[in-house]
């Protein structure tokens, strides 16, 4: 684990979402499954929305709270996901890259859990919190609208 503020981990899981975020723009423009290209609309409003209130948080924030240092794991493997994403089989089946696409964002969910349980300033673990919680509306919204489309896509 390596030391991080507050202000440079959310810079850094920000950069790691827009690249997963690039990646699906890159695999919507070939999918010629329209049920498939609202889903990864839907995944992007998510994304949107998570910039938006990361962005509110942090300016409502603290300074101290963004200048924190706090332990945060490293990130390598899920870099080299991300960097893998679309090239392998998924590259083809839609359903299976949207998967891998999901499961990324429970990862990067998790490196805020991870950031909250790091530190033992009260105000630090909040404002982690709310993020997670955020995230953990969004994710479940999410993996509902991947349920429904499923379900219609076997119909």
Known sequence: MAYMQVRDVLAHVTKLRRRVRNKARRFQATASDDIIGSLLERLEEHDRSMHGFQA????????????????FPDTKPIENEISDLGRKAEADDAEQFIEKLLDLDQRLLSLYHTAAEQTHAPSVQEFFRKLVDMESQKARANSWNVAQTQDARHL
């Open 56 to 71: 509110e948080l942090e300016r409502n924030s603290p300074k101290a709270v963004l200048e924190t240092w706090i332990q």
